[in-house]
């Protein structure tokens, strides 16, 4: 196995004879632990080796099988091919495809734009002849061949929010712990809750550099909210990074090779610019080895819309009305009008919408609406869909037929599926900016 561009302690490792354990990233566990861990590597007991906080790839041996797993938001993705010889595998898509220059999959690379959820496609990756290992999965490989092993249960157990929120609150703090080795600079954006939270989160234990972008054309309220927060935290030192013509969205994007290269799209290449900004503002008042940033944290910890058609599946219905008079009241629309979205998704699964969606596809393109007006649905079909010719309609169309004939298991509630893809999407989002950091700044992005 080997690493590029890993610092020597990201990357650690406990063998004892035939059993091997490798975490490459920031993990939480002291080398005591990884040794210690080597008998839940004997007992095949993948899942253990995923609850240390921090965001890390775990390799495991135990005699001829070998375990590679990723994390569940998508930061370290597992790839692999299998070949005559063996079974390689790697973080890197892009690096797979290119031992004999393996083209991009057009229905997978569709799928990316369309639908916006990774596990749609399952094992599909952007790559024809490269396999992606899904979410809440690892990979497998033993003398038989490779093969892809859920970790991760479909549907979790649910907590009330008094049981939840210690919860939260103790594995953020140690994630954020996690990443602060006492001897890396740390900056921080300070803009809404999330970041907000991380920031003050690093302050206890020394400095942090916060940078604030602000811009009046966005018209929201976080430079105000930074400014009281740099205040009331006396380690927290506050930067502005000013709007310009320049720090806008899409600009840029008419000189590609500006981008460093991922294995897919990313948001963050719409937002570069800003991004750069913001980075330029970090380096230039220190040489900051590690940047946290909320990236969407919000997405992550609200609660999505969707679980308003799981009250109505459930047959929960005063509760339903409840919260749609909630919605209604924040969205300025009457109570019916949010049930009325809702309810669609209530009467139908997901194998059965992806059908539904393929059909969809097959059609003419839709007559433009606000995606926060369409009915709430499994897999949202946006509105790059509308873009695609007929020939790449119809080839997305059929992939998600397949897709629906071949799902496994099929999630009860569409807020569980929805959570988790959203974390997923976010996550790769993630890794875009990672790379975008690393290659001009040489800064380490942390987005726990």
Same mark, same amino acid.
Request: glycine share 6%; aromatic share 6%; proline share 6%.
């Given at each position: 196995?080997?690493?590029?561009?890993?610092?020597?302690?990201?990357?650690?490792?406990?063998?004892?004879?035939?059993?091997?354990?490798?975490?490459?990233?920031?993990?939480?566990?002291?080398?005591?632990?990884?040794?210690?861990?080597?008998?839940?590597?004997?007992?095949?007991?993948?899942?253990?080796?995923?609850?240390?906080?921090? /965001?890390?790839?775990?390799?495991? =041996?135990?005699?001829?099988?070998? %375990? #590679?797993?990723? !994390? *569940? +938001? @998508?930061?370290?993705?597992?790839?692999?091919?299998?070949?005559?010889?063996?079974?390689?595998?790697?973080?890197?898509?892009?690096?797979?495809?290119?031992?004999?220059?393996?083209?991009?999959?057009?229905?997978?690379?569709?799928?990316?734009?369309?639908?916006?959820?990774?596990?749609?496609?399952?094992?599909?990756?952007?790559?024809?002849?490269?396999?992606?290992?899904?979410?809440?999965?690892?990979?497998?490989?033993?003398?038989?061949?490779?093969?892809?092993?859920?970790?991760?249960?479909?549907?979790?157990?649910?907590?009330?929010?008094?049981?939840?929120?210690?919860?939260?609150?103790?594995?953020? /703090?140690?994630?954020?712990?996690? =990443?602060?080795?006492?001897?890396? %600079? #740390?900056?921080? !954006? *300070? +803009? @809404?809750?999330?970041?907000?939270?991380?920031?003050?989160?690093?302050?206890?234990?020394?400095?942090?550099?916060?940078?604030?972008?602000?811009?009046?054309?966005?018209?929201?309220?976080?430079?105000?909210?930074?400014?009281?927060?740099?205040?009331?935290?006396?380690?927290?030192?506050?930067?502005?990074?000013?709007?310009?013509?320049?720090?806008?969205?899409?600009?840029?994007?008419?000189?590609?090779?500006?981008?460093?290269?991922?294995?897919?799209?990313?948001?963050?290449?719409?937002?570069?610019?800003?991004?750069?900004?913001?980075?330029?503002?970090v380096t230039q008042h220190q040489p900051a080895a590690v940047h946290f940033t909320g990236a969407a944290g919000d997405a992550v910890l609200s609660a999505p819309s969707s679980y308003l058609?799981?009250?109505?599946?459930?047959?929960?219905?005063?509760?339903?009305?409840?919260?749609?008079?909630?919605?209604?009241?924040?969205?300025?629309?009457?109570?019916?009008?949010?049930?009325?979205?809702?309810?669609?998704?209530?009467?139908?699964?997901?194998?059965?919408?992806?059908?539904?969606?393929?059909?969809?596809?097959?059609?003419?393109?839709?007559?433009?609406?606000?995606?926060?007006?369409?009915?709430?649905?499994?897999?949202?079909?946006?509105?790059?869909?509308?873009?695609?010719?007929?020939?790449?309609?119809?080839?997305?169309?059929?992939?998600?037929?397949?897709?629906?004939?071949?799902?496994?298991?099929?999630?009860?509630?569409?807020?569980?599926?929805?959570?988790?893809?959203?974390?997923?999407?976010?996550?790769?989002?993630?890794?875009?900016?990672?790379?975008?950091?690393?290659?001009?700044?040489?800064?380490?992005?942390?987005?726990?």
């Open positions: 196995m080997w690493t590029v561009g890993w610092p020597t302690g990201h990357v650690r490792s406990a063998g004892s004879g035939p059993l091997a354990l490798a975490v490459i990233g920031d993990c939480g566990a002291d080398d005591q632990q990884l040794r210690q861990a080597l008998t839940t590597v004997r007992a095949s007991a993948w899942n253990a080796l995923t609850c240390w906080p921090g /965001s890390y790839l775990t390799i495991a =041996r135990s005699g001829e099988s070998l %375990a #590679v797993i990723g !994390d *569940l +938001a @998508g930061q370290h993705p597992v790839y692999w091919r299998a070949e005559a010889t063996g079974t390689w595998w790697s973080t890197s898509a892009a690096a797979l495809a290119a031992l004999d220059g393996a083209p991009f999959d057009p229905a997978a690379l569709a799928a990316h734009l369309a639908l916006a959820q990774p596990d749609v496609l399952g094992q599909r990756s952007l790559f024809r002849a490269v396999s992606r290992v899904p979410t809440g999965h690892l990979l497998l490989i033993t003398p038989h061949g490779a093969n892809t092993v859920r970790y991760e249960p479909v549907n979790y157990r649910p907590l009330n929010l008094p049981d939840a929120a210690p919860r939260v609150r103790a594995a953020l /703090s140690e994630a954020v712990d996690t =990443r602060l080795d006492g001897t890396r %600079a #740390v900056s921080a !954006d *300070l +803009a @809404g809750l999330d970041s907000t939270t991380l920031a003050c989160l690093a302050a206890r234990r020394g400095p942090v550099t916060a940078v604030t972008f602000a811009d009046a054309r966005l018209r929201d309220d976080d430079l105000a909210y930074a400014v009281r927060t740099a205040a009331a935290v006396p380690e927290l030192t506050h930067h502005t990074v000013s709007g310009c013509d320049k720090t806008v969205y899409y600009s840029g994007l008419d000189d590609l090779s500006t981008l460093p290269l991922t294995d897919a799209p990313n948001g963050y290449a719409v937002t570069a610019c800003i991004k750069q900004a913001v980075l330029e503002t058609s799981d009250l109505l599946r459930d047959r929960r219905h005063r509760r339903a009305l409840a919260h749609a008079h909630a919605h209604a009241r924040l969205r300025h629309v009457s109570p019916l009008a949010v049930l009325r979205r809702a309810r669609p998704a209530s009467r139908t699964g997901l194998a059965d919408a992806w059908r539904h969606t393929a059909t969809e596809l097959r059609q003419a393109p839709r007559a433009w609406v606000p995606q926060a007006e369409r009915p709430i649905a499994w897999t949202p079909l946006l509105a790059t869909a509308d873009w695609m010719s007929p020939e790449v309609r119809h080839r997305l169309a059929e992939a998600l037929d397949t897709a629906s004939s071949k799902l496994p298991e099929e999630p009860r509630h569409l807020a569980a599926w929805t959570d988790r893809q959203d974390l997923a999407r976010v996550g790769a989002d993630t890794s875009g900016l990672r790379e975008l950091a690393r290659a001009d700044h040489g800064v380490e992005i942390a987005a726990p």
